[in-house]
């Protein structure tokens, strides 16, 4: 089992920077893919960003040069820093781990098999 937490979220002005975090805890040496989710109003579930085991990163096209996902080594944290955020970045965010390397698939929220209860994030413009 993996539990997640995420925390950071909150309500920042359009342009401004942001940092997610996300414990994870219990048995991370089983996780292979690490990842954001985001659910935005009338909008289905939709992954921001993945990093696997070796440090391989994969992107949503709308984030590509503003955000960054990072892991420790240890896989215990896992990060989102977000800058030159926009309304249509409003959500909320979910840290999810799969127990499988990522795929070409990484986006699909199918593709994890444990998550957090969430963080929300709030542009205003």
């Known amino acids: 089992e993996v539990q997640l937490v995420e925390s ?18 219990g048995d991370t040496q089983s996780t292979g893919c690490l990842g954001w989710f985001r ?33 420790d080594n240890g896989k215990t944290t896992l990060r989102l820093h977000m800058k030159d955020l926009k309304p249509e970045d409003t959500a909320m965010y979910y840290c999810a781990a799969s127990i499988d390397h990522c795929s070409g698939s990484w986006y699909r929220y199918t593709e994890m098999d444990y998550w957090g209860k969430g963080t929300q994030v709030t542009v205003s413009s």
Not at 8 to 25: F, H, I, P, Q
Not at 46 to 70: H, M, P
């Open 8 to 25: 950071g979220g909150r309500r920042v002005e359009s342009g401004g920077s942001l940092t997610l975090s996300c414990a994870v805890s």
């Open 39 to 71: 659910d935005a109003p009338r909008k289905a579930r939709e992954g921001v960003a993945a990093i696997d085991s070796d440090g391989t990163s994969n992107y949503l096209d709308s984030v590509k040069g503003r955000f960054t996902i990072s892991q």
